[in-house]
């Protein structure tokens, strides 16, 4: 699938994205191949693959901005020391490597840039589809090179497809989506990075998540913002204060949908 650059992309954001496609072509498809065709669903053979996108990331990503690398191969003293710095790559070479290694689709692989503390550019990459998300801090967020504006919402909560991920929810909150859900369906294909993608395409209508770490929704939540969503943490208003290492997640696209969806989450 043929992207188009959009305009006034900066120099820094072209590089990443020339990065992750380089990444995506040499190191996931040819193995994403023989996945599907040889039915390879040990964990080595996935690892194997991020390790392998790793290293390409690095070399790259270093090379556009000499900055470290910020991802869950650190301990988390040293996460720490890096966010505190303010200047970091943060990535995630494969989200979600367990699907990638059952041969699902759903996975991508995501990059975003920490400047001054802030998240000032994110490149969500979905290999298998080659669909190619990204944002700049204050220029908006695209497609494969288009603005990203979103399809048309549900109009009301009940007519909702939602994105919920269980796993980290309080068991009052999962007992009260299990017995009487307030909208019309869920999904949760398990890749934080393309869930947020999704939501500012408007594919899902409302998003919640229990808790997610730095390079989960570092990309995603900038691609949010700037396609014009709207987002909170579970506990508190401002998404910027919530947890760093284990940040809860409310999203819609739509104002309306995400005040219903937040409140009816809040109980």
């Known amino acids: 699938m043929k992207t188009v650059a959009p305009l006034g992309m900066s120099a820094v954001l072209k590089a990443v994205i020339a990065a992750v496609k380089l990444a995506a072509a040499e190191e996931i498809k040819p193995r994403y191949t ?78 975003a840039l920490l400047r001054e503390g802030k998240v000032a550019l994110g490149v969500v990459y979905a290999p298998v589809d080659e669909e190619l998300f990204v944002a700049e801090a204050g220029k908006g967020a695209f497609l494969n090179g288009q603005k990203i504006v979103g399809s048309t919402t549900a109009s009301t909560l009940d007519a909702a497809l939602a994105s919920v991920d269980f796993r980290r929810l309080n068991t009052l909150l999962i007992a009260r989506l299990s017995i009487q859900p307030p909208y019309y369906t869920h999904r949760n294909f398990g890749a934080c990075a393309l ?5 500012a395409t408007g594919r899902y ?5 229990g808790g997610q770490q730095l390079w989960d929704y570092a ?13 909170c943490c579970i506990e508190q208003n401002d998404f910027a204060l919530g947890n760093i290492w284990q940040r809860s997640v409310i999203a819609s696209r739509d104002l309306k949908l995400f005040e219903t969806w ?4 809040r109980g």
């Open 262 to 265: 937040r409140d009816w989450v």
């Open 195 to 199: 869930d947020w993608c999704y939501i």
């Open 34 to 111: 023989k996945i599907i065709q040889q039915r390879k669903t040990d964990a080595n053979f996935a690892a194997d693959v991020a390790e392998a996108v790793h290293s390409t990331l690095t070399k790259k990503l270093q090379a556009i901005a000499h900055v470290p690398i910020l991802d869950e191969k650190l301990s988390p003293q040293e996460q720490h020391a890096l966010w505190l710095s303010g200047e970091a790559w943060i990535i995630n070479p494969i989200d979600s490597y367990s699907n990638l290694m059952r041969g699902l689709p759903y996975f991508s692989i995501s990059v």
């Open 219 to 231: 990309a995603g939540a900038l691609i949010l913002e700037e396609a014009g969503g709207f987002v």
């Open 205 to 209: 209508d409302v998003y919640l998540h």
